[in-house]
Structure formats: structure tokens, C-alpha cells
């Protein structure tokens, strides 16, 4: 079977692609290794509770009627409409660190009141920064050696105010340990603080199902369980691809979402016995515990009223791939409660996430060990949230935790790494003429981010620079 363009991966930015492809009539075959759809932003049912994968919120997040940023760009190029989606504004969110927090929303003005009080020395510069980021045109490159810390020393004096401005951005999208190239920090830096948080009620399950019926709509192909074993080239060109099973696939492009490396692999030799340690060195390491605690009460009534909370327990936190199993000293805890809807969640939760060892996850010994580990860790991260937080552990009635094990086992990628490589390609080439990439390791990343990444690598493509 032959069609025009597949898609490996039915994350966000492949469901977008497909999409795009298909309403320019585009015969398209979107593949997903799994029984569902979403990668990195999927969603699951557990004991009779809906629970979201990946998504915190939904960053880069801008009022309805705005014209310009990424979003508008989005509904735009897939036919959506502002209440599609049907997101809600956070709450308010806020950054704790010893002796001082930072509170901040949708905005802007928020944050640099909040800087003006706790740094009135910093302000000034915090200001022209944030000019200096406005005025970057979307997308503008820098060289990968300019980094979000050089432009923080060039405007900030405040070693202090600088972690904890940097403290959110590295833990929604920096897959580089400590910094983020500036490339990507202009990015971040504004669906943070910029434009902003939200979420619709139902959960990152509303955007996915209006993706996959509108790409259905269109005449797009969804095959579920298809993973892709290998990417046949020749001549410098991929020309299929062959599935777990045997099926071979032919393509006239393709496009990934798997990875960098990982698509790498894909093209790899099946029989070159190196092909798993290919491209080792180029495989991120950062990776994340995640804890979801299902409460009988909402968190506000607890005395827990943001949205998001990135706390860190001493005055410099430690972005890495961490010595011990599980860094408890800093993390985020997230409310899906804490957003603007207009009626109530049924579901009262908490989310927990620190940074993970993912050698140590992936080494347990069995399952029980593994489980237990896990029960172990749970504790500790809870006892040390409580410095941040009111006591919540006497009204947890379920609880579900993932690790690095999980997140490799359902998005595949290397090191269950949720941020790719540390090194992006942004022009989403590849040393194969038509295959390229998209998602995480193309740049872009959250939901919105993906969707872009899909969407404008298929207009640069393989739409001839529509769009």
C-alpha cells in the first residue's frame, strides 16, 4: 500500500500535520504504536478517574479575539474555533523558593509588579528583557551557543531572581541539563509568563478527540498498533516503512514524531548490531516521577489555591539528572481543579512531579521491587512538598505514580527522556531528503507548541511553504 505522506507518531503535532495534509487533499497514513492516541499527552481511566498524561496546562494560552502568537495561528490553519477547545484561564500560579515567592498568571503585568516589590532593583531589567524577548520575531534562531543564562546575566544581577525565573521555563521544555539554548528559552519564556496557562474542563481528551475527528473527516488513515520497526531508504530518500508485524508501507515522505535519535534507529540496518547503541550520545537524560493524587476534597479548601506551584527548597535548584532515585528538594505540584471553568471538577487532584534517575528506574530488579520503590519515593516527595504546602496525605483516597520506566514504555523515547534530545532540529530536516521531523526533538513543545511543530513543518515540507 502506497500513500503520500506517513506520519509516525499520533502525539499532538502528528494528529496537526495529518490534518493539515489532508485538507489540502493530501493521501496520508498516520501510525501509533499503542491502542491510543496522544504520545506524551495522552489521558487514561483508572478506578473510575480521568486522569491527563503530560498535561499540566496548556501553555501559550491567548484570550479569545487575539490575533496574533501561536494559537490563533493554530485555529486558523485547522479549521478550529475559538470555543473548539474550550479552555479556561488558570487561577494563578507561583514560584516558591527560601524567603521569597514570585506570584504570576495570564497577566504579564502580574509578575513585574511582583518583581518591582521583591527585587525593586531588578525591575528595570527584568523590563528591557522582557522587550528584548517581545521583540524577537516567532521562531527567530540563535546560535546554539547563546543560552538563556547569558541573556539573564546580560539584564539581571540577581542570582537569585534568575533561578527562579529560569525555574519554570526549564522544567516545562528544557531537555539540556542547568540551561536552555536561547532559541527555545524566547519560546518558553513567553507561553510561561507571557501568555500564559489553561485547560479545558475535559482535559487534554477534548483537544485529541476534536483532532482525530476532524483529521477522520478529512479522509486521514489512523492505524492503532502499528508500530514502526524500520524506514527503508534508497538514493538518499526514505521509500517505506515497515511495521511491527512485517506490513511494508510505502511512503512518499515522511514525517516523524518519534525523535531524533529514535528516528535514527529507525533507519538503521535491522541487522547492524550497533543500531541499538546508535546515536547513544546524543540521547537526552532528563526525566521526571510523577505522583496523582486523588483527594475527597478540592485542593483550595486545603489551603491550596494556585494552579501550579514550582517550589524549590533551596536558593539555586539543581536541573540534572539527579544523583538519588528522586530529587524531592524542588518539583511542581499542579491543581487541574485551580482554573477559571464554570462549574466545579468531579475530580479533586493533585500533581507532584520531580526530576527522576532514570538508570535507577530502569534497573529495578523485578516488579515488586519496582512497585516498591515506588511507594517509597511517593512518601518522600510528599513529606517534602509539605514544606511548600498544607498537609493533604489524610484526604488522598487514590493514588496512581508513573516513573521514567512508564514514560518510556508509552512514548518510547530513549531514557523515557519527556523532553527528547538536548540538541533540536528546528528546520526538522533529516540526512534522508523526505523524511523529517516534528514534535519534541523538531522544538517545539506542550500542547500547543506540538500542534505548531506539526503544522508548520507539513506547510514547509510538503505543503510547498503554505500557509
Given at each position: 500500500m502506497s500513500y503520500e505522506t506517513i506520519i509516525i507518531g499520533a502525539g499532538l503535532s502528528g494528529l496537526a500535520a495529518g490534518i493539515r495534509l489532508a485538507h489540502f487533499g493530501k493521501r496520508v497514513c498516520l501510525l501509533e504504536r499503542h491502542t491510543t492516541i496522544g504520545g506524551l499527552n495522552s489521558f487514561y481511566r483508572l478506578r473510575g478517574r480521568n486522569h491527563d498524561v503530560g498535561l499540566h496546562a496548556v501553555t501559550n494560552y491567548n484570550p479569545r479575539g487575539s490575533k496574533s502568537g501561536p494559537l490563533p495561528r493554530i485555529l486558523r490553519q485547522l479549521r478550529f474555533?475559538?470555543?473548539?477547545?474550550?479552555?479556561?484561564?488558570?487561577?494563578?500560579?507561583?514560584?516558591?523558593?527560601?524567603?521569597?515567592?514570585?506570584?504570576?498568571?495570564?497577566?504579564?503585568?502580574?509578575?513585574?509588579?511582583?518583581?518591582?516589590?521583591?527585587?525593586?532593583?531588578?525591575?528595570?531589567?527584568?523590563?528591557?528583557?522582557?522587550?528584548?524577548?517581545?521583540?524577537?520575531?516567532?521562531?527567530?534562531?540563535?546560535?546554539?551557543?547563546?543560552?538563556?543564562?547569558?541573556?539573564?546575566?546580560?539584564?539581571?544581577?540577581?542570582?537569585?531572581?534568575?533561578?527562579?525565573?529560569?525555574?519554570?521555563?526549564?522544567?516545562?521544555?528544557?531537555?539540556?541539563?542547568?540551561?536552555?539554548?536561547?532559541?527555545?528559552?524566547?519560546?518558553?519564556?513567553r507561553s510561561v509568563y507571557r501568555d500564559g496557562f489553561a485547560r479545558p474542563y475535559e482535559g487534554v481528551r477534548r483537544i485529541l478527540s476534536l483532532l482525530v475527528k476532524r483529521y477522520r473527516q478529512l479522509g486521514g488513515e489512523l492505524r492503532l498498533r502499528a508500530g514502526v520497526r524500520h524506514i527503508e531508504s534508497r538514493d538518499g530518500k526514505a521509500v517505506a516503512v515497515i511495521l511491527d508485524d512485517g506490513t511494508r508501507l510505502e511512503a512518499g515522505s515522511i514525517l516523524s514524531s518519534a525523535g531524533s535519535v529514535e528516528t535514527a534507529r529507525l533507519c538503521a540496518d535491522e541487522s547492524d548490531p550497533g543500531r541499538d547503541r546508535l546515536a547513544a550520545d546524543r540521547v537526552g537524560e532528563l526525566t521526571f516521577f510523577e505522583s496523582i493524587a486523588s483527594l475527597d476534597v478540592p485542593p483550595v479548601d486545603l489551603g491550596i489555591p494556585e494552579t501550579t506551584l514550582f517550589y524549590c527548597s533551596r536558593p539555586r535548584f539543581q536541573y540534572a539528572n539527579p544523583a538519588e532515585p528522586c530529587h524531592v528538594d524542588a518539583g511542581v505540584i499542579c491543581s487541574p481543579n485551580n482554573f477559571a471553568y464554570d462549574q466545579p471538577l468531579e475530580d479533586n487532584t493533585l500533581r507532584l512531579t520531580v526530576?527522576?534517575?532514570?538508570?535507577?528506574?530502569?534497573?529495578?530488579?523485578?516488579?515488586?521491587?519496582?512497585?516498591?520503590?515506588?511507594?517509597?519515593?511517593?512518601?518522600?516527595?510528599?513529606?517534602?512538598?509539605?514544606?511548600?504546602?498544607?498537609?493533604?496525605?489524610?484526604?488522598?483516597?487514590?493514588?496512581?505514580?508513573?516513573?521514567?520506566?512508564?514514560i518510556r514504555k508509552y512514548t518510547g523515547h530513549l531514557n523515557g527522556c519527556v523532553y527528547g534530545a538536548p540538541e533540536k532540529s528546528w528546520d526538522g530536516t533529516t540526512p534522508l531528503s523526505n523524511l523529517f521531523l516534528c514534535g519534541t526533538d523538531q522544538g517545539m513543545l506542550g500542547i500547543v507548541g506540538a500542534m505548531f511543530s506539526g503544522i508548520s513543518m507539513a506547510n514547509r515540507h510538503l505543503l510547498g511553504g503554505q500557509g
Open positions: 474555533s475559538w470555543d473548539d477547545f474550550g479552555f479556561f484561564p488558570q487561577c494563578g500560579s507561583k514560584i516558591s523558593f527560601p524567603g521569597v515567592t514570585l506570584r504570576f498568571g495570564n497577566d504579564p503585568g502580574l509578575l513585574e509588579s511582583e518583581i518591582a516589590t521583591r527585587f525593586p532593583g531588578e525591575v528595570e531589567g527584568f523590563r528591557r528583557m522582557a522587550r528584548f524577548v517581545e521583540e524577537q520575531p516567532w521562531g527567530t534562531s540563535f546560535p546554539r551557543e547563546q543560552t538563556a543564562r547569558t541573556l539573564l546575566n546580560e539584564y539581571l544581577r540577581d542570582p537569585l531572581l534568575i533561578e527562579m525565573l529560569l525555574y519554570p521555563v526549564l522544567f516545562y521544555g528544557s531537555a539540556s541539563p542547568h540551561d536552555v539554548e536561547l532559541t527555545q528559552f524566547l519560546i518558553l519564556f526530576m527522576a534517575n532514570n538508570r535507577f528506574w530502569f534497573e529495578q530488579p523485578d516488579e515488586a521491587a519496582y512497585q516498591a520503590q515506588k511507594r517509597d519515593w511517593n512518601g518522600r516527595i510528599f513529606g517534602a512538598a509539605l514544606q511548600h504546602i498544607p498537609d493533604f496525605r489524610s484526604h488522598i483516597v487514590d493514588l496512581d505514580t508513573f516513573s521514567p520506566r512508564t
